[in-house]
């Protein structure tokens, strides 16, 4: 069982360490992960952890919450995640600032390897007061790149912004 949680943990800290955005607090990275779920399956052969029911996953100022996190680790070291839930969430302090970025989706997929975060149905990503909505959200982390889509799938919709001036006036609402 000791090895179970060791390569558990091992593949959470690997996921969240790679996965931290640009805007992200830096020492969260260097923080114990906490995982509390209803139940957990670890495969050490495949190189998959899942957990099921509740779960709540804590790193530093990272907090997500999904109905089932999935972690897969491939050959070369890479980490990729999945969190479905209605919704997963995730919270986690900007690095510099007294502001949170937060997500909200059906799904979350994270590519350790590409460096990329998926949003995936009725997502929305606010950083501070910034607010992006649409049904699949984007983020290139080594571009530091955002994309929203409003329709995908056959899924009727529209992508909305609020964006806040930058002279800390009130936000502006922005319809692309």
Same mark, same amino acid.
Do not use: C
């Given at each position: ?66 109905? &089932? ?13 999945? #969190?479905? /839930? ?26 350790? &390897?590409?460096?990329?975060? =998926?949003? *995936? ?5 606010? &950083? %501070? ?20 889509? %409003?329709? *995908? ?7 909305? #912004?609020?964006? &806040?001036? =930058?002279? /800390? ?8």
């Amino acid at each position: 069982m000791k090895r179970h949680s060791e390569m558990a943990r091992f593949l959470f800290s690997v996921l969240l360490a790679a996965s931290l955005p640009a805007w992200a607090e830096k020492a969260d990275k260097d923080k114990p992960v906490n995982l509390e779920s209803d139940s957990a399956r670890m495969d050490d052969v495949q190189k998959l952890a899942i957990y099921e029911g509740h779960v709540v996953l804590t790193q530093g100022t990272l907090t997500i919450t999904a109905d &089932r996190i999935d972690v897969r680790q491939d050959d070369k070291g890479f980490s990729s995640g999945e #969190a479905v /839930g209605k919704p997963t969430y995730f919270r986690q302090k900007m690095e510099g600032k007294d502001e949170y970025a937060e997500g909200w989706a059906n799904r979350l997929e994270y590519d350790g &390897r590409a460096d990329k975060l =998926k949003l *995936i149905g009725q997502a929305r990503l606010k &950083r %501070g007061e910034d607010d992006l909505r649409g049904n699949l959200i984007t983020y290139d982390g080594k571009t530091e790149y955002f994309q929203a889509q %409003g329709s *995908i799938s056959g899924n009727p919709g529209r992508v909305r #912004a609020v964006i &806040r001036a =930058k002279t /800390g006036g009130q936000p502006t609402a922005a319809k692309p």
